[in-house]
Protein backbone atom coordinates (compact mmCIF):
# COMPACT_ATOMS: atom_id res chain seq x y z
CA UNK A 1 0.00 0.00 0.00
CA UNK A 2 1.15 3.57 -0.91
CA UNK A 3 2.34 5.44 1.85
CA UNK A 4 0.39 9.41 2.09
CA UNK A 5 2.83 12.10 0.66
CA UNK A 6 3.54 13.14 4.46
CA UNK A 7 4.68 9.88 5.18
CA UNK A 8 6.71 9.77 1.72
CA UNK A 9 8.89 13.12 3.17
CA UNK A 10 10.04 11.03 6.21
CA UNK A 11 11.29 8.53 4.37
CA UNK A 12 15.13 9.00 4.57
CA UNK A 13 18.45 6.77 3.18
CA UNK A 14 18.54 4.89 6.37
CA UNK A 15 15.16 3.44 5.96
CA UNK A 16 15.93 1.87 2.77
CA UNK A 17 19.95 0.43 3.99
CA UNK A 18 17.53 -0.87 6.99
CA UNK A 19 15.14 -2.83 4.84
CA UNK A 20 17.97 -4.40 2.49
CA UNK A 21 20.76 -4.77 5.40
CA UNK A 22 23.60 -2.16 3.90
CA UNK A 23 25.02 1.00 4.25
CA UNK A 24 23.62 3.87 3.73
CA UNK A 25 26.70 5.46 1.72
CA UNK A 26 26.04 2.07 -0.22
CA UNK A 27 22.42 3.65 -0.61
CA UNK A 28 23.30 6.81 -1.48
CA UNK A 29 25.79 5.72 -4.31
CA UNK A 30 23.14 3.27 -5.68
CA UNK A 31 20.48 6.33 -6.26
CA UNK A 32 23.33 8.25 -7.93
CA UNK A 33 24.08 5.64 -10.44
CA UNK A 34 27.60 5.55 -8.73
CA UNK A 35 29.28 2.89 -11.05
CA UNK A 36 31.29 1.64 -7.36
CA UNK A 37 27.67 -0.08 -6.87
CA UNK A 38 26.62 -3.21 -8.74
CA UNK A 39 23.23 -3.13 -11.16
CA UNK A 40 21.98 -5.76 -9.32
CA UNK A 41 22.33 -3.93 -5.63
CA UNK A 42 20.89 -0.34 -7.51
CA UNK A 43 17.82 -1.98 -8.97
CA UNK A 44 17.32 -3.65 -5.53
CA UNK A 45 17.93 -0.18 -3.91
CA UNK A 46 15.39 1.75 -6.17
CA UNK A 47 12.68 -1.35 -6.06
CA UNK A 48 12.78 -0.70 -2.39
CA UNK A 49 13.06 3.16 -2.42
CA UNK A 50 9.82 3.47 -4.79
CA UNK A 51 7.55 0.92 -2.42
CA UNK A 52 8.72 3.19 0.81
CA UNK A 53 8.11 6.22 -1.33
CA UNK A 54 11.45 7.54 -0.74
CA UNK A 55 11.85 11.12 -2.20
CA UNK A 56 14.97 12.53 -3.19
CA UNK A 57 15.86 15.36 -1.48
CA UNK A 58 17.59 17.68 -4.27
CA UNK A 59 18.23 20.62 -1.72
CA UNK A 60 20.30 18.35 0.99
CA UNK A 61 22.09 16.57 -2.05
CA UNK A 62 22.98 20.72 -3.04
CA UNK A 63 24.48 21.02 0.61
CA UNK A 64 25.84 17.58 0.99
CA UNK A 65 27.38 17.76 -2.63
CA UNK A 66 27.78 20.71 -4.16
CA UNK A 67 25.68 19.88 -6.92
CA UNK A 68 21.91 20.21 -7.49
CA UNK A 69 22.26 17.35 -10.48
CA UNK A 70 20.45 19.76 -12.64
CA UNK A 71 21.42 21.30 -15.95
CA UNK A 72 19.90 24.04 -17.99
CA UNK A 73 19.52 23.99 -21.50
CA UNK A 74 18.31 26.99 -23.62
CA UNK A 75 17.40 27.54 -27.23
CA UNK A 76 16.01 29.95 -29.13
CA UNK A 77 12.91 27.52 -30.72
CA UNK A 78 11.28 24.95 -30.05
CA UNK A 79 9.12 25.13 -33.53
CA UNK A 80 12.00 23.42 -35.17
CA UNK A 81 12.25 19.83 -35.43
CA UNK A 82 15.85 19.68 -35.67
CA UNK A 83 15.74 21.47 -31.96
CA UNK A 84 14.09 18.01 -30.69
CA UNK A 85 16.70 15.86 -32.17
CA UNK A 86 19.27 18.62 -30.80
CA UNK A 87 17.72 18.33 -27.05
CA UNK A 88 16.85 14.87 -27.49
CA UNK A 89 21.08 14.34 -27.56
CA UNK A 90 21.76 16.43 -24.67
CA UNK A 91 18.49 14.57 -22.79
CA UNK A 92 20.15 11.63 -23.54
CA UNK A 93 23.71 11.76 -21.87
CA UNK A 94 22.11 13.98 -18.82
CA UNK A 95 20.01 11.48 -17.82
CA UNK A 96 22.49 8.61 -18.37
CA UNK A 97 24.59 11.28 -15.47
CA UNK A 98 21.27 10.70 -13.30
CA UNK A 99 21.13 14.27 -13.55
CA UNK A 100 17.68 16.01 -14.76
CA UNK A 101 17.34 18.79 -17.26
CA UNK A 102 15.77 22.07 -17.76
CA UNK A 103 14.42 23.28 -21.19
CA UNK A 104 13.96 27.06 -21.79
CA UNK A 105 13.10 28.58 -24.90
CA UNK A 106 14.36 32.14 -25.40
CA UNK A 107 12.45 32.84 -28.49
CA UNK A 108 15.73 34.42 -29.99
CA UNK A 109 15.50 37.58 -27.36
CA UNK A 110 18.71 37.94 -25.28
CA UNK A 111 16.46 40.07 -23.00
CA UNK A 112 14.43 37.17 -22.07
CA UNK A 113 17.70 34.92 -22.16
CA UNK A 114 19.41 36.96 -19.87
CA UNK A 115 16.43 36.10 -17.30
CA UNK A 116 16.23 32.83 -18.19
CA UNK A 117 19.55 32.11 -17.09
CA UNK A 118 19.53 34.54 -13.81
CA UNK A 119 16.79 31.51 -12.81
CA UNK A 120 18.93 29.00 -13.72
CA UNK A 121 21.44 30.48 -11.51
CA UNK A 122 18.57 30.82 -8.91
CA UNK A 123 18.27 27.06 -9.20
CA UNK A 124 21.31 26.57 -8.49
CA UNK A 125 22.22 24.05 -11.63
CA UNK A 126 24.76 22.13 -11.93
CA UNK A 127 26.33 23.25 -15.85
CA UNK A 128 24.08 25.16 -19.18
CA UNK A 129 24.16 24.28 -22.93
CA UNK A 130 23.19 27.86 -25.05
CA UNK A 131 22.08 28.50 -28.39
CA UNK A 132 22.53 32.05 -27.77
CA UNK A 133 20.38 34.56 -29.15
CA UNK A 134 20.80 36.80 -31.81
CA UNK A 135 23.05 39.69 -30.05
CA UNK A 136 23.73 38.22 -27.22
CA UNK A 137 26.73 40.36 -25.06
CA UNK A 138 29.95 39.06 -25.73
CA UNK A 139 30.07 39.38 -21.86
CA UNK A 140 27.60 36.76 -21.43
CA UNK A 141 30.33 33.69 -21.33
CA UNK A 142 32.41 35.54 -18.96
CA UNK A 143 29.11 36.62 -16.78
CA UNK A 144 28.14 32.97 -16.47
CA UNK A 145 31.59 31.58 -15.32
CA UNK A 146 31.73 34.38 -12.69
CA UNK A 147 28.38 32.86 -11.21
CA UNK A 148 30.71 29.61 -10.95
CA UNK A 149 28.72 27.61 -13.69
CA UNK A 150 30.06 25.93 -16.37
CA UNK A 151 28.67 26.94 -19.79
CA UNK A 152 28.82 24.83 -23.78
CA UNK A 153 27.64 27.19 -26.22
CA UNK A 154 25.79 24.86 -28.80
CA UNK A 155 25.20 25.29 -32.47
CA UNK A 156 26.10 29.06 -32.15
CA UNK A 157 29.08 30.66 -30.64
CA UNK A 158 29.11 34.17 -28.30
CA UNK A 159 33.04 34.19 -29.20
CA UNK A 160 34.86 32.25 -31.99
CA UNK A 161 37.48 31.85 -29.98
CA UNK A 162 37.00 31.81 -26.49
CA UNK A 163 34.94 28.83 -24.43
CA UNK A 164 33.32 25.16 -24.82
CA UNK A 165 31.70 25.19 -28.24
CA UNK A 166 29.67 22.17 -30.15
CA UNK A 167 28.62 22.62 -33.51
CA UNK A 168 27.78 20.96 -37.32
CA UNK A 169 30.46 22.20 -39.96
CA UNK A 170 28.02 25.21 -41.42
CA UNK A 171 30.43 26.28 -43.91
CA UNK A 172 31.96 23.24 -45.23
CA UNK A 173 28.07 21.80 -45.61
CA UNK A 174 26.61 24.68 -47.35
CA UNK A 175 29.86 25.37 -49.56
CA UNK A 176 30.13 21.28 -50.40
CA UNK A 177 26.56 21.72 -51.50
CA UNK A 178 27.10 24.79 -53.81
CA UNK A 179 29.56 23.27 -55.44
CA UNK A 180 27.30 20.65 -56.48
CA UNK A 181 25.06 22.55 -58.02
CA UNK A 182 27.64 24.36 -59.60
CA UNK A 183 28.63 21.06 -61.33
CA UNK A 184 24.86 20.08 -62.16
CA UNK A 185 25.30 23.21 -64.45
CA UNK A 186 23.76 26.44 -62.20
CA UNK A 187 25.37 29.73 -62.81
CA UNK A 188 22.59 31.70 -61.24
CA UNK A 189 22.34 30.36 -57.31
CA UNK A 190 20.84 32.39 -54.60
CA UNK A 191 20.90 31.79 -50.68
CA UNK A 192 17.64 32.10 -48.90
CA UNK A 193 16.96 32.57 -45.03
CA UNK A 194 18.92 33.65 -42.30
CA UNK A 195 17.34 37.00 -41.46
CA UNK A 196 18.97 36.54 -37.49
CA UNK A 197 22.90 37.41 -37.17
CA UNK A 198 24.45 34.65 -35.36
CA UNK A 199 27.45 32.38 -36.17
CA UNK A 200 25.59 29.90 -37.31
CA UNK A 201 24.33 32.47 -40.63
CA UNK A 202 28.25 33.96 -40.58
CA UNK A 203 29.07 30.14 -41.41
CA UNK A 204 26.58 29.07 -43.94
CA UNK A 205 27.23 32.18 -46.03
CA UNK A 206 30.97 32.59 -46.06
CA UNK A 207 30.56 28.81 -47.39
CA UNK A 208 27.91 29.88 -49.58
CA UNK A 209 30.07 32.72 -51.39
CA UNK A 210 33.58 30.60 -50.89
CA UNK A 211 32.29 28.00 -53.31
CA UNK A 212 30.58 30.77 -55.66
CA UNK A 213 33.48 32.87 -56.12
CA UNK A 214 35.76 29.69 -56.67
CA UNK A 215 33.66 29.43 -59.49
CA UNK A 216 34.05 32.73 -60.85
CA UNK A 217 30.16 33.30 -59.97
CA UNK A 218 28.31 36.17 -58.83
CA UNK A 219 27.73 35.38 -54.83
CA UNK A 220 25.44 38.27 -53.98
CA UNK A 221 22.37 37.43 -54.55
CA UNK A 222 21.13 36.88 -50.63
CA UNK A 223 17.60 37.21 -49.82
CA UNK A 224 17.34 37.58 -45.76
CA UNK A 225 13.90 36.22 -44.69
CA UNK A 226 12.48 34.52 -41.67
CA UNK A 227 14.01 30.39 -40.89
CA UNK A 228 10.47 29.30 -41.71
CA UNK A 229 8.57 27.87 -44.15
CA UNK A 230 6.50 31.55 -44.50
CA UNK A 231 10.02 33.30 -45.07
CA UNK A 232 10.66 30.46 -47.60
CA UNK A 233 7.68 30.96 -49.34
CA UNK A 234 7.75 34.92 -49.31
CA UNK A 235 11.64 34.65 -50.23
CA UNK A 236 11.12 32.27 -52.95
CA UNK A 237 8.31 34.70 -54.51
CA UNK A 238 10.49 37.64 -54.12
CA UNK A 239 13.71 35.83 -56.23
CA UNK A 240 10.96 34.37 -59.10
CA UNK A 241 9.54 37.86 -59.53
CA UNK A 242 13.28 39.08 -60.63
CA UNK A 243 14.19 40.30 -64.02
CA UNK A 244 16.49 37.42 -63.77
CA UNK A 245 15.54 34.87 -61.57
CA UNK A 246 17.93 31.83 -60.00
CA UNK A 247 17.91 28.63 -61.29
CA UNK A 248 18.90 27.22 -57.77
CA UNK A 249 17.95 28.37 -54.26
CA UNK A 250 19.94 27.35 -51.38
CA UNK A 251 18.08 27.68 -48.17
CA UNK A 252 19.05 28.46 -44.76
CA UNK A 253 17.41 25.09 -43.63
CA UNK A 254 14.90 22.52 -44.65
CA UNK A 255 11.98 24.33 -42.87
CA UNK A 256 12.74 27.61 -45.67
CA UNK A 257 13.45 25.43 -48.27
CA UNK A 258 9.66 23.52 -48.17
CA UNK A 259 8.41 26.91 -47.88
CA UNK A 260 10.85 27.42 -50.94
CA UNK A 261 9.08 24.97 -53.20
CA UNK A 262 5.64 25.51 -52.11
CA UNK A 263 5.82 29.21 -53.82
CA UNK A 264 7.80 27.15 -57.03
CA UNK A 265 4.53 25.41 -57.43
CA UNK A 266 2.25 28.08 -56.34
CA UNK A 267 3.98 30.00 -59.10
CA UNK A 268 3.18 26.96 -61.89
CA UNK A 269 6.99 25.64 -61.96
CA UNK A 270 7.99 22.25 -60.87
CA UNK A 271 10.80 22.23 -57.93
CA UNK A 272 13.85 20.33 -58.94
CA UNK A 273 13.02 20.86 -62.87
CA UNK A 274 12.68 24.46 -63.00
CA UNK A 275 14.47 25.83 -60.17
CA UNK A 276 16.16 23.75 -58.01
CA UNK A 277 15.90 23.82 -54.60
CA UNK A 278 18.29 22.60 -51.28
CA UNK A 279 17.78 23.02 -48.05
CA UNK A 280 19.90 22.47 -44.50
CA UNK A 281 19.62 19.95 -41.78
CA UNK A 282 17.60 16.76 -43.08
CA UNK A 283 14.61 16.84 -40.82
CA UNK A 284 12.25 13.90 -41.53
CA UNK A 285 9.85 16.28 -43.68
CA UNK A 286 13.00 16.75 -46.07
CA UNK A 287 12.38 13.12 -47.32
CA UNK A 288 8.81 13.30 -47.18
CA UNK A 289 8.08 16.14 -49.61
CA UNK A 290 7.26 16.08 -52.82
CA UNK A 291 9.82 16.33 -54.66
CA UNK A 292 12.23 14.93 -51.81
CA UNK A 293 14.77 17.74 -50.85
CA UNK A 294 18.49 17.63 -50.96
CA UNK A 295 20.08 18.99 -48.13
CA UNK A 296 22.58 18.60 -45.76
CA UNK A 297 22.70 15.97 -42.76
CA UNK A 298 23.78 18.03 -39.82
CA UNK A 299 23.61 15.35 -36.92
CA UNK A 300 21.71 17.10 -34.27
CA UNK A 301 21.26 14.04 -31.78
CA UNK A 302 24.95 13.84 -32.33
CA UNK A 303 25.76 17.29 -31.28
CA UNK A 304 23.03 17.21 -28.53
CA UNK A 305 25.06 13.88 -27.47
CA UNK A 306 28.55 15.55 -27.37
CA UNK A 307 27.57 18.95 -25.88
CA UNK A 308 26.07 17.06 -23.06
CA UNK A 309 29.49 14.84 -22.39
CA UNK A 310 31.73 18.31 -23.03
CA UNK A 311 29.32 19.70 -19.84
CA UNK A 312 29.51 16.79 -17.80
CA UNK A 313 33.59 17.14 -18.26
CA UNK A 314 33.44 20.63 -17.78
CA UNK A 315 31.92 20.31 -14.32
CA UNK A 316 34.04 17.05 -13.70
CA UNK A 317 37.22 19.49 -14.45
CA UNK A 318 36.03 22.98 -14.55
CA UNK A 319 39.49 23.76 -15.36
CA UNK A 320 40.74 22.22 -18.22
CA UNK A 321 40.94 23.71 -21.67
CA UNK A 322 38.25 25.26 -23.76
CA UNK A 323 37.21 22.24 -26.25
CA UNK A 324 35.60 23.18 -29.75
CA UNK A 325 33.95 20.76 -31.67
CA UNK A 326 32.77 21.07 -35.10
CA UNK A 327 31.10 17.71 -36.46
CA UNK A 328 31.41 17.14 -40.28
CA UNK A 329 28.19 16.94 -42.57
CA UNK A 330 26.66 14.70 -44.94
CA UNK A 331 25.45 16.27 -48.59
CA UNK A 332 21.87 14.33 -49.14
CA UNK A 333 21.40 14.37 -52.91
CA UNK A 334 17.41 14.21 -53.60
CA UNK A 335 15.68 15.00 -56.78
CA UNK A 336 14.35 18.47 -55.47
CA UNK A 337 17.59 19.86 -56.89
CA UNK A 338 17.19 17.88 -60.43
CA UNK A 339 19.86 15.41 -59.82
CA UNK A 340 18.77 11.69 -59.96
CA UNK A 341 17.51 10.24 -57.14
CA UNK A 342 20.43 8.31 -54.44
CA UNK A 343 18.83 7.23 -51.52
Same mark, same amino acid.
Given at each position: ???????? =????? %????????????????????????????????????? @??????????????????????????????????????????????????????????????? =? @?????? =??????????????????????????????????????????????????????????????????????????????????? =??????????????????????????????????????????????????????? %????????????????????????????????????????? %????????????????????????????????????????????
Amino acid at each position: MKQSSEQA =RRVTL %GDIAQRLGISTASVSMALRGNSGVSLATRQRVEEVAE @ELGYVYDRGAALLRTGQSNTVGIVVGTLSNSFFGELVSGVDEVIGEARKISFLLNTREDPDRQ =R @ELLTRM =REQSVDGLIVCPAPGTSKNLLETVRNWGIPVIQMLRSISDTEGDFVSADYESGIETLCSHLVRLGHRRIAFLGGDLEHSATRQ =RLKGFRAALTRADLPADTIIKTANTSRGGREGAARLLAADDPPTAIVCFNDRVAL %GAMASIRAAGLVPGRDVAVTGFDNIDASSEAYPPLTTVETH %GHDIGREAGNLLLRRIANPNMASERIIIPTRLIIRQSCGATLTD
